[in-house]
């Protein structure tokens, strides 16, 4: 089984659509679907908004539902001035940028005894990057794919000094508040992860207006994703276009 979760509901109503045979069981009063997803049996959650949420949530479904992987997916506000809006970010590393123990000599969202960097599992990336580029070619208007590190916290960005701050710190691509929190609990449990964004905003002065204008946009571009890599998740991606090829 593979676990699916986002943070809102329309980070998860358009998969929802597509899943057959569903059952549904609330757990910590977060609704859990699973079914089918063209022949891949998943668990699909909306966690709630921020890194508690994301924490309780993902636990739950490692503890209830036993996924043998997971993805996060959703939206993100992006911290580099060549984005748009509806850009696909594939997370290689999520970090905890609001975890601050600096008055101890450690760096910002660095914890004793664990990696400040959360990686990502290569071949989920790996899966994830072929869904994308099966997704989007030849597409006109296809938004770009950048891989590297999402910064998650509790606040949401709309502040030019802090998205420096997020650039300088972290090296960090884009901004969010489950990712890192998500991605620990994977680490934690040792089971394999990924988080991928697409972008709704520039996490500048305007992110609150920009998030609610691109937001339709946005889950629809990490939507067509998502489609595509699901059914391959947990299989090799040749396997699956061979036994489709002879349906």
Known sequence: ????????????????????DISESTHAGITVSTGNYKGTDIALAQSG?????????????????????????????????????GDIIIASHVVEYDMDLTAFGRRHG???????LIECDPDLVGKATTAFDTAFEG???APNLMLGTIASGDTFVQ???????????????????????FGQTCRLNGLPFVVIRAL???????????????????????????????PKALKDWDQVDRRNSRE
């Open 1 to 20: 089984m593979l676990g699916v979760i986002g943070a809102m509901n329309e980070e998860v109503q358009l998969l929802l659509g597509q899943l057959s």
């Open 49 to 85: 908004i921020g890194k508690v949420n994301a924490t309780i949530c993902t636990q739950m479904m490692i503890d209830l539902f036993k996924p043998e992987k997971l993805v996060f997916s959703g939206v993100a506000g992006g911290l580099l001035p060549n984005m748009q809006a």
């Open 110 to 116: 660095e914890t004793p005894g664990r990696e400040r």
């Open 139 to 141: 597409v006109d208007g």
């Open 159 to 181: 502040d030019r000094d802090k998205l420096r701050w997020l650039q300088r710190e972290f090296a960090a691509l884009a901004t969010e508040m489950e990712g890192a929190a």
């Open 200 to 230: 709704s905003d520039s996490s500048s002065d305007s992110a609150s207006e920009d998030f609610e204008a691109n937001l339709h946009r946005a889950c629809r571009n990490s939507f067509e994703l998502m489609d595509l890599m699901i």
